[in-house]
């Protein structure tokens, strides 16, 4: 099983990104999909994640900001980002909580995202 990110880059305070990934290989389902990040010297955190019926989960940070999507057809989740700020720069993981056949946790590669004030 692999999580293939995109979308990352460099973008000016108040602009938008959009992140997508893939999950592909032997992949029986999906259960949750979510995306993390890591800003320099500091750890790992959630920032939106969604199960497979839809329901969502934002970090507080980002709440009215980002939207999470996903499409289960495609085995893919993403990351709207909008409004975004210097502080939402960090490497962006994304994450699956999935069947294939056993229950197992994946991560992606990450994807850079660098907002410029």
């Known amino acids: 099983v692999q999580l293939q990110a995109s979308g990352g880059g460099l973008v000016q305070a108040g602009g938008s990104l959009r992140l997508s990934c893939a999950a592909s290989?032997?992949?029986?389902?999906?259960?949750?999909m979510g995306w993390y990040r890591q800003a320099s010297g500091k750890q790992r955190e959630l920032v939106a994640a969604?199960?497979?019926?839809?329901?969502?989960n934002y970090a507080d940070p980002v709440k009215g900001r980002f939207t999470i999507s996903r499409d289960n057809a495609k085995n893919s989740v993403y990351l709207q980002m909008n409004s975004l700020k210097p502080e939402d720069t960090g490497v962006y993981y994304c994450?699956?909580?999935?069947?294939?056949?056993?229950?197992?946790?994946?991560w992606g590669q990450g994807t850079q995202v660098t907002v410029s004030s």
């Open positions: 290989g032997r992949i029986f389902s999906i259960n949750v």
């Open positions: 969604i199960t497979s019926g839809g329901s969502t």
């Open positions: 994450n699956a909580v999935l069947f294939a056949p056993t229950v197992g946790e994946y």
